[in-house]
């Protein structure tokens, strides 16, 4: 807490001031949530103890203080233990400053890019975050959920701790449940590029979202079905929706009109389907543009208003993935949707928390985190 306040007050003079120390404050809170997150999983790690009553507040305080009383130290034994700190203090100092710096270094390198395409299908509860780092360093992230607090946690444990910079932003479409943990990304990171469908919204998300781009000058561009991207050493995002002009008179426009994004790294593909709804999916049925891929992000949850058996089929994944929360009003996923995927390998982050897929673009990973 020292260290963080520390960093606070210089990083108020100047950012290149307090950022090294925050970088000190980082590895012990880093330590405190690991320990803390491994300790939970062990039995009887919480136990309800229920209230306590006035009186044995003061007994207990009353306890304390006449512990402390007996606690008694000359001030000649004082200065004596404050000498002996101060005369050591200097080495101490050196040793623990060389210390960090070892260690900050050693986790520097092991957080470089490692050569491997890695997709964060992220655990933001009810909503879609995804985190995708490129071999070459990019970080994309597509979609924030509803939670800022949620979405910065995950971005601060899988991105370097000396980089806040994404090299862009894609907002599928304008709901809450996708955008609600954007506005503060746009806030706190260096964004190089936002895209998103061009639908217009009228939320007071919305308006910070758009004010946000503007203030801060972010270059926007509006996907359109056939824009490619080509990010580096192999790696291509292929935007397959939506078209122009968007589709109208829909079941929810604001769905159909649901960016839909295919990722491709060597023989490693990932559909990542937004929120799009049956009508979306029969435009995408009569593109003509790829849609067979590896990996499918289930579109809308898993909610029984998407995924057709002609675009399932069309798709045809090895592997399924669906963003939802536990316990969600919506009743996602919908149980027809999971007999639909029935005989295909799917994870779900409100079962599985979130899911980590790595590629060298010849074979892939799966691992996942709670």
């Not at 260290?3 to 290149?16: F, I, N, S, Y």
């Not at 839909?260 to 049956?278: K, P």
């Not at 996923?333 to 999971?338: H, I, K, S, V, Y």
């Not at 599985?352 to 799966?366: A, F, H, K, N, Q």
Request: with cysteine; proline share 5%; net charge negative.
């Amino acid at each position: 807490m020292i260290v963080g306040g520390l960093a606070t007050l210089l990083g108020a003079l100047h950012p290149l001031l307090g950022q090294p120390v925050a970088w000190v404050a980082w590895l012990f809170l880093a330590y405190t949530i690991g320990v803390v997150e491994l300790t939970a999983r062990l039995p009887l790690t919480s136990i309800e103890l229920g209230g306590f009553s006035a009186g044995a507040m003061w007994l207990y305080y009353a306890l304390f203080a006449s512990a402390m009383a007996r606690v008694h130290l000359k001030r000649s034994r004082l200065r004596d233990i404050w000498g002996g700190l101060t005369h050591l203090l200097s080495t101490r100092l050196l040793i623990a400053g060389l210390a960090f710096a070892v260690i900050l270094a050693w986790i520097a390198a092991f957080q470089m890019p490692d050569g491997r395409l890695h997709v964060f299908f992220l655990d933001v509860g009810q909503g879609d975050a995804i985190l995708i780092q490129c071999p070459n360093g990019q970080q994309i992230l597509v979609d924030g959920g509803p939670e800022p607090s949620v979405l910065l946690s995950h971005l601060g444990r899988r991105m370097p701790f000396w980089d806040h910079s994404l090299d862009l932003v894609v907002l599928t479409h304008p709901e809450e449940d996708h955008l609600g943990g954007l506005v503060e990304v746009l806030t706190r990171y260096d964004v190089s590029l936002v895209m998103d469908s061009g639908q217009g919204c009228s939320s007071a998300t919305c308006d910070a979202w758009t004010a946000l781009i503007e203030e801060k000058e972010i270059p926007y561009r509006r996907a359109e079905a056939g824009m490619e991207l080509e990010l580096g050493q192999g790696v291509r995002l292929d935007v397959l929706h939506p078209p122009t002009p968007l589709m109208t008179n829909t079941a929810s426009d604001i769905n159909n009109n649901s960016m839909v994004l295919r990722l491709e790294y060597g023989r490693f593909s990932t559909v990542l389907a937004g929120d799009v709804m049956a009508e979306a999916e029969q435009v995408l049925l009569s593109s003509g543009q790829p849609l067979d891929t590896l990996v499918l992000k289930v579109p809308h949850h898993g909610g029984d208003t998407s995924l057709t058996r002609p675009f399932l089929e069309a798709v045809g994944p090895d592997l399924a993935v669906i963003s939802v929360g536990a316990d969600n009003r919506f009743g996602h996923p919908d149980e027809f949707t999971l007999q639909k995927l029935r005989g295909i390998p799917t994870y779900r982050t409100d079962q599985d928390g979130s899911v980590e897929l790595v590629t060298d673009g010849l074979r892939y990973w799966i691992s996942t985190e709670q």
